[in-house]
């Protein structure tokens, strides 16, 4: 059972749901949470779907036809590369299953009848033995969402766990398209923001946090910060989250990060300010 996650509830006797609460940046005040099950025993009643395709690992069914959800599949076997060869993981090839609905409403009704807590999130990632399920509904950018919960299905495939802010801080960097994941999220600038009222990113502070009530839109801000940081930040830095997830893969617990980063990175908490405070 993974220390950092708060058990929300039980569906089933064999299906424990995991929930973690996203706060999407300011300019997009909904409210994401991704559900995380260590089994799942929901299934499908598959006549109204239509298939998009198949890509890498994922799979797109979707309620309505759309020319843009056959980009959308390319882009996520892209982005399950992009992951790899980032992060150096060994990504398996575990089906991801992802369910696209035309309207909240359908989403809602075919969620309470399979994962009833999830009706109130924007979008959902249920994590299963045999293979992985995302839910999201057609609105103003529910691409970022797929990406954003396509991020935490394929983590999820290639790691025995992950620490609550670097899941969610991979999820948003990896939610932006390709070409504007490194300049152009809005948690950059309201981040410098942040900095310039006196607020400093706290890698502790985030370690502490083990329940969704306590990881609200700054904590996802700075997740994202941290994760921007170690991906930007210089090679030295991109070696140490790489090596720490390596050590997470081969089962070997690295502890926390903001000691795992502070032995290996001279200055590291005047490292992250200055990264971000001076990235464009
Ligand atoms: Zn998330």
């Known amino acids: 059972m993974l220390a950092f996650r708060l058990?929300?509830?039980?569906?089933?006797?064999?299906?424990?749901?995991?929930?973690?609460?996203?706060?999407r940046c300011e300019?997009?005040?909904?409210?994401?949470?991704?559900?995380?099950?260590?089994?799942?025993?929901?299934?499908?009643?598959?006549?109204?779907?239509?298939?998009?395709?198949?890509s890498g690992p994922f799979t797109l069914k979707s309620e309505y036809?759309?020319?843009?959800?056959?980009?959308?599949?390319?882009?996520?076997?892209?982005?399950?590369?992009?992951?790899?060869?980032?992060l150096k993981?060994?990504?398996?090839?575990?089906?991801?299953?992802?369910?696209?609905?035309?309207?909240k409403r359908s989403y809602q009704n075919y969620l309470s009848q399979r994962v009833p807590e999830g009706t109130s999130r924007q979008a959902?990632?249920?994590?299963?033995?045999?293979?992985?399920?995302?839910?999201?509904y057609a609105h103003w950018g529910y691409d970022t969402d797929i990406r954003h919960e396509g991020t935490h299905a394929v983590l999820h495939n290639a790691l025995p766990y992950l620490p609550m802010w670097l899941d969610e801080g991979?999820?948003?960097?990896?939610?932006?398209?390709?070409?504007?994941?490194?300049?152009?999220?809005?948690?950059?600038?309201?981040?410098?923001?942040?900095?310039?009222?006196?607020?400093?990113p706290s890698l502790s502070n985030l370690e502490k946090k083990s329940e969704l009530s306590e990881f609200g839109a700054s904590e996802y801000r700075e997740s994202w910060g941290y994760v921007h940081f170690f991906l930007h930040g210089g090679d030295d830095a991109r070696q140490v989250l790489v090596e720490y997830l390596a050590e997470i893969q081969a089962n070997r617990p690295p502890g926390k990060m903001s000691r795992f980063a502070t032995e290996r990175i001279p200055q590291f908490d005047r490292r992250v300010a200055d990264h971000l405070s001076s990235w464009k």
């Not at 058990?7 to 996203?22: D, G, H, L, N, Y």
Request: charged share 20%; net charge neutral; aromatic share 10%.
């Open 27 to 54: 300019a997009w005040p909904f409210v994401v949470l991704c559900l995380f099950a260590i089994t799942s025993n929901t299934s499908h009643a598959v006549e109204k779907w239509i298939t998009v395709g198949h």
């Open 170 to 200: 991979l999820a948003e960097y990896f939610e932006e398209t390709a070409l504007n994941r490194a300049s152009n999220h809005p948690h950059l600038k309201a981040m410098r923001w942040s900095m310039r009222l006196g607020s400093s």
């Open 65 to 86: 036809q759309d020319d843009e959800h056959a980009e959308l599949l390319d882009e996520l076997a892209d982005l399950q590369l992009d992951l790899s060869a980032t």
């Open 7 to 23: 058990i929300r509830s039980v569906i089933s006797p064999a299906t424990a749901i995991f929930a973690s609460k996203q706060l």
């Open 124 to 136: 959902l990632f249920v994590k299963g033995d045999r293979f992985s399920q995302v839910y999201a």
């Open 89 to 103: 993981l060994k990504i398996t090839k575990k089906p991801i299953q992802i369910y696209l609905f035309r309207h």
